[in-house]
């Protein structure tokens, strides 16, 4: 154990500073000395599970499916495990609908509890409301669900928007940025909190609806172009 505290010690460090570095920066953090190392790495935040995996519990059968797959695909890429289980989970995975003022540009939300560096669990819940409001695809609320995912793992917002942690996310999946983040913060399979007597705290994640691309628009805007072009035909040929 004693071992384990020594090699926790310095990782829990940089990443602190790594995160407030990263807040500080994002505007513009592309154009500093990081553009030359890892540019657009998903920022990770000051906590994490004790070692790369969690238990994460399916309360839900609206949002089932969703979250088995985001589980899947985070799964697949062997950077961190969810182990579905029925109760008793970490890891609380479920949805909600609601358009009030609070919630109605709301896609999804993280709600992590935290002790020192040590993430103890998280709810992560998407809105099925906005969701359908704005017309996100089967595979765009995927996408919600596995950056909600990458929230409960510890991952931050990453400023660019080819990561499934882009803040407003909808049409990306997990980027090698996002995998290569969580690699990196877990490296240390085992990880002692050295801050167990810290109080428990809560942060939370809110994430907004993105418009839908657009399509639809494009198509309205050929109409238009067309019948203004009819009118000035009309116009220039004034009935000689
Ligand atoms: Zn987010």
Request: proline share 4%.
């Amino acid at each position: 154990m004693k071992k384990a505290e020594m090699i926790a010690i310095p990782q829990v460090s940089s990443m602190v500073v790594v995160a407030a570095v990263t807040a500080m920066l994002s505007c513009c953090i592309t154009q500093t000395a990081f553009a030359h190392t890892a540019p657009h790495m998903t920022p990770f935040s000051s906590y994490r599970y004790n070692v790369p995996n969690a238990t994460i519990q399916l309360s839900d059968h609206k949002t089932k499916s969703l979250w088995l797959a985001a589980i899947n695909k985070w799964n697949g890429t062997h950077a961190f495990t969810f182990k579905i289980v029925k109760s008793g989970a970490q890891i609380h995975a479920d949805s909600f609908s609601s358009l009030s003022k609070t919630y109605s540009t709301t896609t999804g939300i993280t709600y992590s509890k935290i002790c020192g560096s040590q993430l103890l669990s998280a709810h992560v819940r998407l809105n099925n409301a906005s969701l359908g409001k704005y017309k996100y695809t089967t595979a765009q609320r995927t996408n919600v669900a596995e950056h909600e995912l990458g929230h409960a793992m510890g991952l931050l917002h990453n400023p660019n928007a080819k990561s499934v942690m882009y803040y407003k996310n909808r049409y990306v999946s997990i980027q090698p940025v996002d995998v290569s983040a969580i690699q990196k913060d877990y490296r240390f399979l085992e990880f002692s909190d050295t801050f167990g007597s810290s109080p428990v705290q809560e942060h939370t994640f809110y994430d907004p609806v993105t418009p839908q691309k657009a399509t639809i628009q494009a198509d309205s805007l050929n109409v238009l172009t067309h019948s203004t072009t009819h009118i000035d035909f009309t116009k220039v040929n004034p009935g000689k």
